[in-house]
Nanobody
């Protein structure tokens, strides 16, 4: 059983930056993929970014390319989401997700474990 714990959300002004963290525990350190999704009020949960531990490949939603960057800690099973040039439409609850295997996927159903979420609010 993998447990995911997100942190780093908060309130930021338009154009500002935030860094989210997700610490995974209970999983192995072999082949896995970690990702970020987000869900705004009244909308479906959507893919943001993913990172594959095996080959260090990354995958981003078009809406965040060039503004967000996903990375990991070499020593821990931790993934970060650096969010720059934030916009009001980035306001959402951000969820960390985990799956075994190195294939990068953007489908919610592809992930087996989820965190509780952290709120990001971008004010104009």
């Amino acid at each position: 059983q993998v447990r995911l714990e997100e942190s780093g959300g908060g309130l930021v002004q338009v154009g500002g930056s935030l860094r989210l963290s997700c610490l995974a525990s209970g999983g192995n350190s072999g082949s896995y993929t970690m990702a970020w999704f987000r869900q705004a009020p009244g909308k479906e949960r959507e893919f943001v970014a993913a990172f594959s531990r095996n080959n260090h490949n990354t995958y981003y939603a078009d809406s965040v390319k060039g503004r967000f960057a996903i990375s990991r800690d070499n020593a821990l099973i931790t993934v970060y989401l650096q969010m720059n040039s934030l916009k009001p439409e980035d306001t959402a609850v951000y969820y960390c997700a985990f799956k075994d295997g190195s294939r990068l996927v953007s489908n919610i159903k592809g992930y087996d474990y989820w965190g509780q979420g952290t709120q990001v609010t971008v004010s104009s």
